[in-house]
């Protein structure tokens, strides 16, 4: 409760910040914090149970609360998000070429439903001075990154297949998973990386590339939400996972933000005023729950599965797990309640198994599948 309290009292500073100067801040705390008090950090934020433990993907998970892309773009913060007990994170996106991003302003809070909408554009170092900075980085648990297309619009058809590739080569030796985002639009038309033909020649690129390579790191889909949180059948998905499989894809992500603004309750006024982005938060906690259930009707065990969208709490981490997600990740429940998101999900998880009569966290994915 302490923490809690601590914290609410440094958001109402942050809130009055712009939302991407708040970010910028709270990275700069986390930087000192992670050698300087890395110690104290630890000892505050870092509760574990180890009915919480899980093997995925051949690594050992000392819970399946992780840090979801966007949040630590360069890999700057991995020993802080161990540091506040998180069981994996994941750095990016990662692009071949730096880039500024889009434009400011680019994100938006929508308070009243603890939801963001962001259009950053991808902004990055680059693959180069990333995969340098993940060459001496030191980490504990299991890390990811997430690799995109560069944001520019002229980077199509061939170029793209390039770009993609670039910063594959670059990182994939250096992580314990790549999480392939096929999922953002940037491009001049639209069009994502999700659509079977283009997607069918980027897995055909990328598993060439890690053969030639000789390594065997896994590989995940970032896939967008559906439509709406009530679809029943979507045959790009099952085109997805035909192609997926076809191309040893070890699982997926569900989901990544939603172009639409369905389930705000913002007026068109203002929505008009904050424009494009992606939403993220509660308002797609259901859909993104539903696409999780859908993939593991299709996929069982046999690709794990790691969901994301509004996972703000523990019942909310619990609805991803039991619609079939062997492993949640968070971002915009980590702005709006603090590092003790993680800690107290992880309580919250051990008493829902308790009532539930679970004994492991295993026993509870798929339950409701």
């Known amino acids: 409760m302490y923490l809690d309290a601590m914290y609410d009292a440094l958001r109402s500073l942050l809130f009055r910040l712009p939302p991407e100067t708040a970010h910028g801040l709270a990275a700069r705390v986390g930087a000192i914090g992670q050698k300087a008090a890395s110690g104290y950090v630890r000892d505050t934020f870092g509760w574990e149970d180890n009915r919480l433990a899980l093997n995925i993907l051949g690594f050992s998970f000392p819970n399946p609360i992780g840090l979801a892309a966007g949040f630590d773009k360069n890999a700057k913060l991995v020993p802080l998000w161990e540091q506040i007990g998180f069981g994996f994170s994941e750095v990016g996106s990662v692009t071949a070429r730096a880039s500024t991003g889009n434009p400011k302003p680019r994100l938006f809070r929508l308070e009243e439903q603890q939801a963001l909408i962001n259009r950053m554009g991808l902004g990055n170092e680059g693959a180069a001075i990333i ?10 648990r299991p890390l990811g990154v997430n690799i995109a297309k560069t944001h520019d619009p002229k980077i199509l058809g061939d ?78 998905y099952d085109e997805t996972i035909t192609i997926a499989k076809e191309y040893g894809i070890a699982g997926f992500i569900a989901s990544n933000t939603a172009p639409d603004r369905t389930g705000v309750t913002l007026d068109s006024d203002a929505l008009s005023t904050i424009g494009n982005g992606g939403l993220s ?89």
């Open 281 to 369: 938060g509660p308002p797609i906690a259901e859909r993104a729950t539903r696409l999780v259930r859908y993939l593991y009707h299709r996929v069982g065990d046999e690709m794990p599965i790691i969901g994301l969208g509004g996972v703000d709490s523990a019942q909310a981490a619990y609805d991803k797990i039991r619609a079939g997600a062997s492993l949640v990740q968070l971002y915009t429940g980590l702005v709006y309640h603090g590092p003790a998101i993680v800690s107290d999900i992880k309580r919250g998880l051990v008493d829902l198994l308790d009532a539930d009569g679970f004994r492991h966290i295993r026993d509870a994915i798929g339950a409701d599948a």
């Open 131 to 140: 995969s340098r900075r993940l060459r001496t980085l030191q980490h504990d």
């Open 159 to 236: 170029e793209a297949l390039e770009d993609f590739r670039i910063s594959f080569e670059r990182v994939a030796g250096l992580v314990d998973y790549v999480a392939i985002n096929v999922s953002c639009p940037n491009t001049t038309e639209g069009k994502t990386f999700e659509e079977p033909a283009a997607l069918e020649n980027l897995l055909r690129t990328l598993t060439a590339k890690r053969d030639e390579m000789g390594i065997h790191v896994p590989m995940l889909l970032k896939l967008s939400p559906p439509d709406s949180a009530n679809f029943v059948f979507d045959s790009r």
